[in-house]
Each structure stands twice: as C-alpha cells, then as structure tokens.
C-alpha cells in the first residue's frame, strides 16, 4: 500500500486556517502563516510576494511559496518571527543554519541570537565558531570567536583529529587560519610586556622589598614568572580567573594579605580584558 505523499502540515502555530500565505518547506512541509508577519520581519519577503513565483498550484485557496530551506530550519526561523517566546537550538548545526538563513533574508535579530547561541554551543570549539564566521563573512562572530579562541594554547588551536574533521575546516581558507593564529600570538604578546612593565603599577599586595627574602620579595617574583608563562599560552582574563594562585608564604615578613592578593588579581583581570581589546583582528571582510 502506498502512502500518501502530498505535504505535511506542522503543529500551532503553523497550522492556522486563517493563514493567508503557505511557505512549503524542501521536504514537504507546509506552514502556514501570515504576510503581515513576514514582512514585518524581512523586507526579502515583501519582495518575495511582489515577484511572480513558479506555479504552484494554490491549497484551499492559500497560495504557496515553495522554500529552499528544510522544514527544521523554517520551523526554527518562522518561530523567532511569531508572537512567543523564541525556539532553542539545540544543536551546532541548528544555529549555523539558522544564522545563514537569517542573513539570507536579511532578519538580523535572528541572525544576532544565532550568533549568541553558536557562542554557546561552541565555547569549547571557538575555532570552529571562527571558521564559520569566516566562510560566511559575518565579521562580529569572527572577532567574538578569535577571542574565545584565547583561551585555547596556540599548539591546540588546529584540528589533529581528521577522522572527526567538521565541515566548516574544509571551507575556509589557510588564509583565516593564519589570521587566527597571529592574532593569538599579538595578545600573547601584548600580555608578555604587560607582565614585564605594569605588574607594579597595580594595587601592589605586600612590600615592595623585604630584607629576609630579597627585593622584590621571592613570592611575588614567582608570582609574575608564573602568570607570564600561563598567560603566553593563553592570552586572556580567563587564565587568570581559573588559575587559584596562593603563593606558599615562607616569610612571615612580607607575606600579603589574601583580600590584597585578590584585589589585585580583580586589577589584573581588567588590564589584561583592555590590553587584549586593543589587538586587532585583521581580517579580509
């Protein structure tokens, strides 16, 4: 027995009989919806409807557009257009499709939430994030993206694995790859001349010398040697948000106080956030 092969229709709010439009999705899908709201939302769609379409024969009446763009993506789309609250996506593929699709009709807020949402989705692939924001030249995700990336060493920052080798690495260029990696290098060092010349201009904890363990004292000197060897691996205020330094204090001279020690670990943060603001991004778009 055959089945019946004729569209498919969506759950609410797609399935509306008062609709005065359908969009036909490429795998057959029917979501029914209002111009009004379409073009509020895109003005590709006021276009749209002002350009004869191909043929396609009318359902109860209600014309018919037939889309490129699966029926998981249009649902996805459609509902950031309708009254509600807005659809999750759940996975890498659903905001990297969305955001494209978005830009093709030019909806920037539902390009901006995918945008957010593959931030997400990708913290712990930034690189990734990066390659995308550079095939589809969507300049604010790149520069997001490049400073996640900071939190990656520069040796992890390339795929190894080619078996599990995402789509994205195959399509963008060496050159995007080769701006990402320099500009990871120009923070790292940016940081490096910061440890070297602006560690004393901070809320300094403790002495500035001691006479049992030196001047500057041993504690702070291993202090700074070892920020500056995590921060020349990974350029960014996070390296020293999830490094709990507490120096082992073997003077009781000039040990600091803890609530000095984290003041100034807040000040550091925020001169390592501006210094990294200041590098740019060279990219071609």
């Known amino acids: 027995m055959s089945q019946d092969s004729g569209p498919r229709s969506p759950q609410k709010p797609f399935n509306d009989p008062r609709a005065d439009v359908i969009l ?30 191909p043929s396609t024969a009318p359902v109860e009446d209600v014309p018919v557009v037939e889309m490129e763009e ?35 009709y030019e909806m920037g807020f539902v390009a901006k939430a995918a945008q957010i949402r593959l931030l997400e989705l990708g913290h712990d692939e930034p690189v990734r994030v990066y390659a995308l924001a550079c095939i589809h030249m969507v300049h604010d995700l790149a520069h997001d993206a490049a ?10 920052l390339l795929p190894t694995d080619h078996v599990t080798l995402h789509p994205e690495y195959s399509s963008v260029s060496l050159k995007a790859f080769v701006q990402l990696v320099s500009f990871h290098r120009r923070c790292s060092a940016s940081l490096d001349l910061l440890v070297d010349g602006n560690f004393n201009g ?31 691996s990974r350029p960014c205020s996070e390296t020293i948000d999830s490094w709990a330094y507490f120096p082992l204090y073997t003077c009781t001279s000039c040990k600091p106080q803890p609530t000095d020690m984290m003041k100034y670990i807040v000040k550091l943060r925020e001169f390592i956030k501006d210094r990294v603001n200041q590098v740019p991004l060279d990219i071609d778009f």
């Open 202 to 232: 901070l809320v300094r904890p403790g002495v500035a010398s001691c006479y049992n363990c030196g001047n500057p004292p041993f504690w702070w000197q291993e202090f700074k040697k070892t920020a500056k060897q995590k921060l020349k």
């Open 147 to 156: 400073r996640l990336a900071l939190q990656v060493p520069e040796d992890d």
């Open 70 to 104: 699966s029926a998981r993506i249009l649902e996805l789309l459609l509902r950031f257009c309708h009254p509600g609250e807005n659809p999750e996506m759940e996975t890498f593929e659903d905001a990297r499709d969305v955001l494209v699709v978005a830009m093709k």
């Open 24 to 53: 036909r999705s490429s795998d057959n899908v029917d979501f029914r919806t209002f111009k009004a709201i379409l073009f509020s939302s895109s003005s590709i769609f006021d276009d749209m409807f002002s350009i004869p379409q």
